[in-house]
């Protein structure tokens, strides 16, 4: 079984798809996945912050059991932990938001298993996930690539917590997770869980940057990060161009290589909004009935 880990909001659903789709379609192996999606309400910081729901968990385990039967995604709920451990901390309201935090409670789920590859939902495998996950980190907490940006301006082994593959039982071992969160709890820190797990490392494997490439994308890359950086031209600027955002991925990037995941995730997602539509008027149409029937 290959263990894959994303957290987010309701708004992770185009990121999941997208992600999900370029593991499944550029990996050869017959093994199972299993997607875990750690999730929560928090709307009393936002009211958009609000869980990825049931329909979008069950249509992204559809889509996953078309390549395999085995294959699984799995909704957990860690809001009680989270109000537990991190409510009204000084990192809830940071750069980031507080969906970020979410993969700290790893050690806190029961029976999560002993090797686990975080991933952001910003990213698209160029290649075959097996180069990243079969990689042997028995003597690391977790092997993970440089951070584009902080490698320059932090430090030059400053990490990017896009791409983690955790060791469980070594990060339990050195209490990893449990280190992170005393930070996220007690220091205001620019980038939060990024800032808290680099902090907290006791012992992590370095990978080449094509293992988290937020740059480009080459033929050697394995994941594309689609992450916020710095363009010069036409004048310099920031930009967040997602991977959903499929012309600007075509017209800025130049990227036609995704191509295939990509227009799978547009006819996905209107198969998805066409359902959810279906229902609703299914849904309307019946309570109208009862309501005749009643003579209302």
Known sequence: MINILFSGNVKVFDGALTTMLSILKRTETKEPFKFYIFTMDISRVKPEYTPITEQQTKF?????RKYNPENQVVRVDVGPIYEKEFAHCP???AYCSPYTLLRLFADLIP???????????????????TLLYNLDISDYEYASARDHYGKFLKNPKYINAGVLLFNMKKCKETNLFGKARELIKTKKMLFADQDAVYRSTTKNLLLPQRFNDQKRCTKNTVIRHFSKRLFWLPYPHTDNIKQWHVSRVHKVFKYYQFDDI??????????????????????TNTQQVKKENLGV
């Open 60 to 64: 992204l385990g559809a889509i996953a």
């Open 91 to 93: 990192n809830e309201n």
């Open 111 to 129: 029976d999560m298993p002993d090797k686990l590859l975080y991933l952001d939902i910003d990213l698209l495998f160029n290649k075959d996930i």
């Open 262 to 283: 990509l227009y799978e995730y547009i006819y996905l997602k209107k198969l998805f909004e066409n359902t959810l539509e279906n229902r609703a008027e299914a849904k």
